[in-house]
């Protein structure tokens, strides 16, 4: 089992961090207690995963909804686990989330899975088939094949609520750049850049330098056979299980899975049409991808459309790595300064969308910039809390801000894995068939990078239909 940490990118500060969520929290307060009047009974949680990089703030965002309630606390550091403790004093406690869920299991309805990609599908699969409520961070999975895994736990268990960790739709931009696609108002679809920001080689804070180091022991206090999970038993490394696991390639999905749920998002809100991707090609000079995630990556990937939403019969998305964005004339913009490094770019045949993260939101026209947010038309859009729509709908509370359960969060997380790993084929065309989960035409591909060979006794559960 693995759990110590997991996203947000190394773009943002700390500090800003916690401001941004200071101010999802204010909304709350302001909003009227329904709770008294509907239930009395709180939504019990198990957190798994409680310190980490993202860990902690899903913890006690949850635990500010006045009908949730952190009552078990699982992670591999006794250090973080001792931590949370103080924050939640009767709250359970232990390592193995196996052991969360076979001797505590009555205790909790729901579970916050906050840890290292590699072990999601383990946990949410395990969750999901005790009956458990789930909120996921992202990327939801780290294998291809786990994409299909976890989607039929889904559809096997349609009651229970699902939620995966895409925050940045609380900010008004995003909401409205849904609306405006929707709308049809800048014409059909053309294409989608996606500017990534850094890379999976940055170093620093969330991701390694890509320098393997020599055998280290783990941390103190730190179970590394449970950190492990699934993946194949090998030495620990510098740099590699507390948060920089993000780079290595059979625990994380570098810069471009880590961020492309927040970044596709509004595309799979705005089109049902955009389901499985047909095809991807990813360019990049890394070679060997034995341990890390390759760098400077550039990927296109081809979705079958059909309908008047789109001009043409497939919908190209365009990947941009490691501080790489598209050509301003190429996508047909005025000269100018991108707003951020990182970027969803819509280009549509009567106007561009240019999105920020968090905003701001351009509209691009014959070379001019107008502020997305006086769109004509547009509501006032209400603040909301991310985290307290999964409660709210759990408890049974009818809600409109449960934006991104996991059959949205699956499709925004399937682009991302194919084009880390399409990388390791750096330049050939890869025809992907998601029913199947095959490369039709590269049988090698199909071997090596879609699936894994699970630990003994840390496989995800698997419902057929």
């Not at 510098?238 to 625990?251: A, E, G």
Request: aromatic share 10%; hydrophobic share 40%.
């Amino acid at each position: 089992m693995t759990i110590t940490t997991t996203t947000k990118s190394s773009s943002i500060s700390r500090r800003e961090f916690i401001e941004y969520l200071t101010a999802a929290s204010a909304a709350v307060v302001a909003a009227p207690r329904w709770a008294s009047a509907l239930t009395d009974t709180k939504l019990r949680v198990l957190s798994i995963g409680v310190i980490g990089t993202i860990g902690g703030a899903d913890r006690q965002q949850i635990a500010a909804h006045p009908l949730a309630e952190i009552v078990g606390l699982c992670d591999v550091d006794s250090n973080s686990l001792a931590q949370a403790a103080k924050d939640h004093p009767g709250a359970f406690t232990c390592a193995d989330y196996r052991e969360a869920f076979d001797k505590h299991g009555d205790k909790f309805d729901a579970v916050i899975v906050a840890t290292p990609d590699h072990s999601h599908c383990s946990i949410m699969t395990l969750a999901l088939s005790r009956g458990k409520h789930v909120y996921g961070q992202k990327p939801l999975v780290q294998q291809l094949e786990e994409l299909q895994t976890l989607e039929q736990a889904v559809r096997a268990r349609p009651n229970l609520v699902t939620q995966t960790g895409a925050q940045r739709i609380q900010h008004p931009p995003r909401r409205a750049a849904v609306d405006i696609l929707k709308s049809g108002g800048l014409g059909r679809v053309i294409e989608v850049h996606i500017a990534f920001g850094g890379g999976a080689l940055a170093g620093g804070h969330y991701f390694a330098d890509g320098k393997l180091g020599d055998p280290v022991e783990p941390p103190a206090g730190f179970d590394y056979n449970l950190w492990l999970n699934g993946a194949a038993e090998e030495p620990c490394r510098p740099n590699m299980v507390q948060r920089q696991w993000r780079s290595w390639w059979k625990y994380g999905g570098g810069q471009i899975a880590d961020w492309v749920v927040h970044l596709t998002d509004v595309m799979f809100y705005a089109f049902p049409e955009l389901q499985s991707p047909m095809r991807i090609c990813s360019r990049t000079p890394s070679r060997d991808l034995s341990y890390f995630h390759a760098d400077h990556v550039l990927s296109t990937l081809t979705y079958p459309v059909s309908g008047d939403k789109f001009a043409n019969s497939t919908c190209e998305f365009y990947f941009y790595d490691t501080g790489m964005k598209p050509d301003r004339a190429q996508i047909g913009l005025g000269a100018g300064e991108w707003p951020s490094g990182i970027l969803t770019i819509v280009v549509c045949e009567g106007g561009t969308l240019v999105l920020a993260p968090e905003g701001p939101l351009e509209i691009w026209r014959e070379g001019k910039m107008t502020d997305g947010m006086q769109w004509p038309g547009l509501p006032a859009y209400e603040p909301f809390n991310h985290w307290h729509a999964w409660v709210d709908k759990a408890v049974g509370k009818d809600t409109p801000h449960l934006w991104t359960p996991f059959s949205i969060g699956l499709r925004c997380t399937e682009p991302g894995l194919l084009a880390v790993k399409a990388a390791k084929y750096p330049g050939q065309v890869l025809d992907w068939d998601r029913k199947t989960l095959t490369f039709t035409n590269h049988a090698e591909a199909t071997k090596t990078i879609v699936r894994r060979e699970y630990r003994k006794g840390f496989e995800p559960i698997r419902f057929n239909q």
